[in-house]
T-cell receptor, first 115, second 112 residues
Framework: DAGVIQSPRHEVTEMGQEVTLRCKPI?????LFWYRQTMMRGLELLIY????????DSGMPEDRFSAKMPNASFSTLKIQPSEPRDSAVYFC?????????????FGPGTRLTVL | AQSVAQPEDQVNVAEGNPLTVKCTYS??????LFWYVQYPNRGLQFLLK??????LVKGSYGFEAEFNKSQTSFHLKKPSALVSDSALYFC??????????FGGGTRLMVKP
């Protein structure tokens, strides 16, 4: 298996622009997680899905952030409009159906820079 | 609420010496405990986990961790450090029905 795939790996954009981050989970994994990593705040869970349904989005910082999972093999995290404080590394992770005792497998991340 | 503490921002060790990266946790019920490693410009990689059973858990790359319920600790250890072990290490805790909570990370520096 190729593991969790994220694209793009790097994104540089200007303040106010829309940014879309993409994730393909490991085939057969029913849970998908979006995290954000910054020096100041460490690793934060933004949202997670179970069987394509958003379960908990309490970590999404504000309405500018939205996430979708239209099918079992694809998810997007969108920021509109983007701001410099959104600059961070965004990780996607997936795990099997058994839930929170199960290992999460992380993608390589997308490094977002908002100028 | 569950929480994880990694009290050391950085651990320095000489190559060949044993290493310990500390982790303590707070959670209701039986804990699920994980260690992940992050190399520069990479995602987090799973090292090992404790769910139930033997308190000493062996993982990838020669790492092991010991679950200590009375001290609510899950320290990561390796008998002989390698320069290539230099990375950022994260401890995480969860339990049935709850998401994983990650610690702030500990940077391990192994010097030749």
């Amino acid at each position: 298996d190729a593991g969790v795939i994220q694209s793009p790996r790097h994104e540089v954009t200007e303040m106010g622009q829309e940014v879309t981050l993409r994730c393909k989970p490991i085939s057969g994994h029913d849970y998908l997680f979006w995290y954000r990593q910054t020096m100041m705040r460490g690793l934060e869970l933004l949202i997670y899905f179970n069987n394509n349904v958003p379960i908990d989005d309490s970590g999404m910082p504000e309405d500018r952030f939205s996430a979708k999972m239209p099918n079992a093999s694809f998810s997007t995290l969108k920021i509109q409009p983007s701001e410099p404080r959104d600059s961070a590394v965004y990780f996607c992770a997936s795990s099997l159906m058994v839930g929170f005792a199960d290992t999460q497998y992380f993608g390589p991340g997308t490094r977002l820079t908002v100028l | 609420a569950q929480s994880v503490a990694q009290p050391e921002d950085q651990v320095n060790v000489a190559e060949g010496n044993p290493l310990t990266v500390k982790c303590t946790y707070s959670v209701s019920g039986n804990p699920y405990l994980f260690w992940y490693v992050q190399y520069p410009n990479r995602g987090l990689q799973f090292l090992l986990k404790y769910i139930t059973g033997d308190n000493l858990v062996k993982g990838s790359y020669g790492f092991e961790a010991e679950f200590n319920k009375s001290q609510t600790s899950f320290h990561l250890k390796k008998p002989s450090a390698l320069v290539s072990d230099s990375a950022l290490y994260f401890c995480a805790v969860g339990n049935a029905g709850n998401m994983l909570t990650f610690g702030g990370g500990t940077r391990l520096m192994v010097k030749p």
